[in-house]
């Protein structure tokens, strides 16, 4: 199977740089006029399926807001994730999994071996454990073609304490993480399946991200408060390799599939002529 890496850069070409969300909580169903129960979920789901999943290069559902509905909400997800595959869209599954040994290994499994029914293209995780304890999931990511984006530089204000500090050998703990997944990414050719989570609301970093040779998704646009404009800062040089995402500023404009649609269109246009001119 293709990496990862060459199906998003293609995805990327192809359909432009966008990474739509789903995020089906409370509020959201209720501003759709949708219970807050199972049937009110797999309608959500089904609609932004239906609305973006033919059009937009990565969906990414949070896996969470499925969860929190038992056994029947996975399912949805699972029915979600198979009609994502049939759109043609690669499927990003936000999930932030991350364990030690055999436990962060059977996560690996759950999501990124082609016989579990939560079979996606690539996954978030969590490397506080240390990125080398992802290691599993690396590996099953590369032996089916998968791919894994790591939390580096994150939006909310509490990560900071985290991030920033700053290790023995000088570095912050992100650019450690930031280092890490660039050896990961070396000498892959046309961009490397191991990703970095940057927030898109952090303004000027301090962080050196030039040698990553991986996806940086950009979550935090729109409705968070970050715009197109803002990636510039974020990222400068390296916002060839940027896979912008939105949620809620695309959501919001839902249930009607066609103003679903042209939201994302608005959000990809602006994010083109930002991306354009890198």
């Known amino acids: 199977m293709e990496s990862f890496g060459t199906r998003l850069h293609r995805a990327m070409a192809e359909r432009g740089p966008l990474c739509v969300g789903i995020d089906p909580h409370p509020g959201l169903l209720a501003r759709w006029g949708l219970p807050d129960d199972v049937d009110g979920l797999e309608r959500f789901a089904r609609i932004v399926v239906e609305a973006v999943g033919d059009r937009v290069a990565v969906v990414k559902p949070q896996s969470a807001f499925f969860e929190r509905f038992g056994a029947r909400g996975v399912g949805i997800l699972e029915s979600t994730i198979r009609q994502l595959r049939e759109c043609g869209s690669l499927v990003l599954l936000d999930v932030k999994r991350g364990?030690?040994?055999?436990?962060?290994?059977?996560?690996?499994?759950?999501?990124?071996?082609?016989?579990?029914?939560?079979?996606?293209?690539?996954?978030?995780a969590s490397p506080y454990l240390g990125v080398g304890s992802l290691a599993p999931m690396f590996e099953l990511a590369r032996t089916h073609g998968g791919g894994v984006f790591v939390l580096a530089l994150t939006s909310n204000p509490e990560g900071a304490?985290?991030?920033?500090?700053?290790?023995?050998?000088?570095?912050?703990?992100?650019?450690?993480?930031?280092?890490e997944i660039s050896q990961l990414n070396a000498g892959a050719e046309p961009l490397g399946s191991f990703g970095l989570v940057v927030g898109a609301t952090i303004g000027e970093t301090g962080h050196d991200l030039s040698d990553v040779n991986g996806p940086l998704l950009a979550p935090g646009l729109g409705a968070q408060g970050a715009t197109a404009a803002d990636l510039r800062t974020v990222f400068g040089s390296s916002l060839p390799a940027v896979l912008p995402s939105y949620s809620r500023e695309v959501l919001n404009a839902?249930?009607?599939?066609?103003?679903?649609?042209?939201?994302?269109?608005?959000a990809q246009a602006e994010c083109r002529g930002v991306l354009a001119v890198s």
């Open 254 to 266: 839902g249930p009607d599939p066609a103003a679903l649609r042209a939201a994302a269109d608005r």
């Open 161 to 179: 304490q985290v991030q920033r500090a700053v290790a023995a050998d000088g570095r912050t703990v992100a650019q450690t993480v930031i280092d």
């Open 99 to 124: 364990d030690i040994g055999s436990t962060v290994a059977a996560y690996a499994a759950a999501y990124l071996d082609p016989s579990s029914p939560l079979y996606v293209d690539a996954v978030t």
